[in-house]
C-alpha cells in the first residue's frame, strides 16, 4: 500500500497526492458501515488498482491530530491569520476570535499583517505592542517586498496550513504570491476524466511547489464563541494565563475582582489595554447567551 493525503472530495471521489502524482480514489465501503468519512487532508494509506495506476481505493485512514467542521478538514498544523495592516484597518476583536479558533483546533497561529509597504516601523511597533507577552508568532509582509514573502514561504514550508482572513487584507494576492496561479489552480480537474467544474463547494489543499500544503477557509470569519463559557474564556489569552495564577481568587474573571494580577498587569503596561477591552467584550457576549 501507498501512503498519500487526500487534497480533494468530489461526489464520493477523493484525490490522494501520493509524493507528486495524484490518484483518483473511492473509499472502501468499510467506512460507510463504520459511519466514518475520508477528509480533505487525511493521511491514508491506498491500494493502486490493476487496471489504472491513477486509480485506486483507500485502505486505511491514520488518526488525526485535528479535525475542523467549517470546512471539513483534518490535520491542519498551522493557521496562517491575515489581517492588512491598514486599508482596511484590521478588525482586532475578530482577530482575537480566529486566534481562539486556533486553540480550539489545536492549531499553531500565525498572525501575519499584510501591506506593510503602506505604513512605518512605528505603526509596526504599535502593532507588536498589543501583542505583548502573548508568544504569539507575527510577521509582516507585502507582495510589494521579496523578503517578507520569504520569510512567511521559511515559516509554511512542509506544513499544511489554513489561511484565514476578512475580505480586502491582501489574501489572495498573498497566496498567489507564495504559489502562482493558486486560485486558478483550485479549479483544475483530472484530464483523464474530462469532467467539467464542479458548482458545489468543497474543501481542497493545495499543494506547494516549495514543500507544504495550503487551503483558504472563510468560513473562520464568522466563527462564533460556541462552547466557551465564561471561565474559560480567559485560558484562550496566554498574557492572561501567565499572570492569571497570580489573582487571589481561583475563579477570577480579571473583570470586577479584588486583588486581580492580570488587572495589575494592565495598569503595569504588561498587558495590552486593547486585547483586555477585547476579552471583556468577548466576555459579556458568552454572558449575554448563557440560558436562565
Partial sequence: ?????????VGGNYYVDVGGRIVECRARGLFRLKNI??????RVLIRITEEDEEAG?????????????RPPIANIEQLIIIFAVENPQPDLLLLD?????????NLTPLICFNKVDLVNEDKKEEILDI??????KIIFTSRYQEDTLLELKALIKDKINAFAGPSGVGK??????LQPNFYLKTGEISEKLKRGRHTTRHAEIFKFDFGGYGVDTPGFSSFELEGIDEYELKNYYPEMVKYGDDCRFLDCLHY???????????????????????????????????PY
Wanted: hydrophobic share 35%; charged share 30%.
Fill in 1 to 9: 500500500m501507498i501512503e498519500g493525503i487526500i487534497t480533494k472530495g
Fill in 37 to 42: 468519512k475520508p477528509l480533505v487532508g487525511d
Fill in 57 to 69: 481505493y483507500i485502505e486505511e485512514i491514520m488518526e488525526r491530530t485535528n479535525e475542523i467542521k
Fill in 97 to 105: 476570535k480566529l486566534l481562539i479558533v486556533a486553540k480550539l483546533n
Fill in 131 to 136: 501583542y505583548k507577552n502573548t508568544g504569539y
Fill in 172 to 177: 489572495s494576492s498573498i497566496m498567489n504570491s
Fill in 256 to 290: 470586577k475582582e479584588p486583588g486581580c494580577a492580570v488587572k495589575e498587569a494592565l495598569n503595569s503596561d504588561l498587558i495590552s489595554s486593547i486585547r483586555y477591552k477585547n476579552y471583556l467584550r468577548l466576555l459579556e457576549e458568552i454572558k449575554s447567551k448563557k
